[in-house]
């Protein structure tokens, strides 16, 4: 299984569904380590349900790793 860079991403804003205000993050794994852009911001945004207007609040890098490794499903 191929590795990727992992991130956690943490976002502020309205739910996408109820528009709740709400906390989110989720988890991103990239091909290549790069920077972290807006439009992978916005995908990451996206991805964790909260509206457009949410705003991050941090973003973190994980490592190096496959996304079995990334879940815990191997070492």
Known sequence: MRKQHWYAY??????????A????????????AGHITLFRIREARKASGIQEDGVLLSVSYLGHMTRDQMTGDES
Not at 10 to 19: E, L, R
Not at 23 to 30: D, L, V, W
């Open 10 to 19: 943490a976002f502020q804003g309205s739910d996408v569904d109820s528009g």
């Open 21 to 32: 205000p709400a906390i989110a993050s989720t988890y991103m794994g990239y091909p290549d």
